[in-house]
């Protein structure tokens, strides 16, 4: 039971950091770009007390968690502020600083699933592991007394969240990164861009509950790829 409860522990640090990250990833790329507001609003760092939003880093993921068994949650931390006026480029900065959270994302996924593939258990082990990463009674048994299934195991967590944030948020939907994307691609009236932030939180909602078929699908093969480079 205590091995149950470090690796859900574990999980949820994961969890918070890839959030952590992605956020300071967009505040390091608007620095890049000429606006110094995250800077001097003191958001780059890691601390976890400078990003936690009270609903989206602890009820809501307490939420999921309990209600799925703890064996699924997910989150946001408070978002990294930045002035879209002070980018050096005005057309496509905004979507710089949009896609440098899920890049963020992307190459921490990479990263681990390159460390996973250097970890020396046999690739059954590996494949075990992989099927019941967040089952937490059968995952504690199959790392039971094994180093390198414990670090592998960890590795996993760390591309699946980091995945899934990456890959959700790159739907070009607003508030979503992915919809910055489609604003400096398809051009858009002011009022037009307007509209649809002001409502997309609706029709991200829209798009959730009916293609969340497909949805689940695209996800679970972008995480099947990257836990393919950790075999």
Same mark, same amino acid.
């Given at each position: 039971?205590?091995?149950?409860?470090?690796?859900?522990?574990?999980?949820?640090?994961?969890?918070?950091?890839?959030? &952590?990250?992605?956020? !300071? %990833?967009?505040? =390091? /790329?608007? *620095?890049?770009? #000429?606006?110094?507001? @995250?800077?001097?609003?003191?958001?780059?760092?890691?601390?976890?007390?400078?990003?936690?939003?009270? &609903?989206?880093?602890? !009820? %809501?993921?307490? =939420? /999921?968690? *309990?209600?799925? #068994?703890?064996?699924? @949650?997910?989150?946001?931390?408070?978002?990294?502020?930045?002035?879209?006026?002070?980018?050096?480029?005005?057309?496509?900065?905004? %979507?710089?600083?949009?896609?440098?959270?899920?890049?963020?994302?992307?190459?921490?996924?990479?990263?681990?699933?390159?460390?996973?593939?250097?970890?020396?258990?046999?690739?059954?082990?590996?494949?075990?592991?992989?099927?019941?990463?967040?089952?937490?009674?059968?995952?504690?048994?199959?790392?039971?007394?094994?180093?390198?299934?414990?670090?592998?195991?960890?590795?996993?967590?760390?591309?699946?969240?980091?995945?899934?944030?990456?890959?959700?948020?790159?739907?070009?939907?607003?508030?979503?990164?992915?919809?910055?994307?489609?604003?400096?691609?398809?051009?858009?009236?002011?009022?037009?861009?307007?509209?649809?932030?002001?409502?997309?939180?609706?029709?991200?909602?829209?798009?959730?509950?009916?293609?969340?078929?497909?949805?689940?699908?695209?996800?679970?093969?972008?995480?099947?790829?990257?836990?393919?480079?950790?075999?």
């Amino acid at each position: 039971m205590l091995n149950e409860i470090v690796l859900i522990v574990f999980y949820v640090i994961i969890l918070l950091y890839a959030v &952590i990250i992605h956020e !300071v %990833a967009h505040g =390091f /790329m608007a *620095l890049w770009l #000429g606006d110094t507001t @995250a800077k001097y609003a003191d958001r780059l760092n890691l601390n976890p007390l400078k990003h936690i939003d009270p &609903i989206g880093s602890i !009820v %809501a993921p307490l =939420f /999921m968690l *309990l209600t799925s #068994g703890f064996r699924f @949650a997910f989150g946001w931390a408070k978002p990294v502020p930045y002035n879209p006026y002070n980018l050096k480029n005005q057309k496509w900065g905004p %979507a710089l600083v949009a896609l440098a959270g899920p890049g963020s994302n992307i190459i921490l996924a990479i990263i681990f699933a390159i460390a996973a593939r250097m970890i020396n258990i046999p690739v059954a082990a590996k494949l075990d592991i992989i099927a019941n990463f967040n089952d937490w009674s059968n995952v504690s048994a199959v790392i039971a007394g094994s180093i390198g299934s414990i670090f592998f195991e960890l590795c996993v967590v760390v591309i699946f969240w980091n995945v899934l944030l990456a890959f959700f948020n790159l739907i070009p939907i607003p508030p979503l990164d992915g919809s910055k994307l489609l604003f400096a691609i398809l051009p858009m009236k002011i009022e037009t861009m307007a509209m649809l932030e002001q409502f997309g939180f609706i029709f991200l909602l829209f798009f959730i509950i009916f293609f969340s078929g497909p949805l689940g699908v695209f996800l679970n093969f972008m995480l099947r790829l990257f836990l393919g480079i950790a075999l």
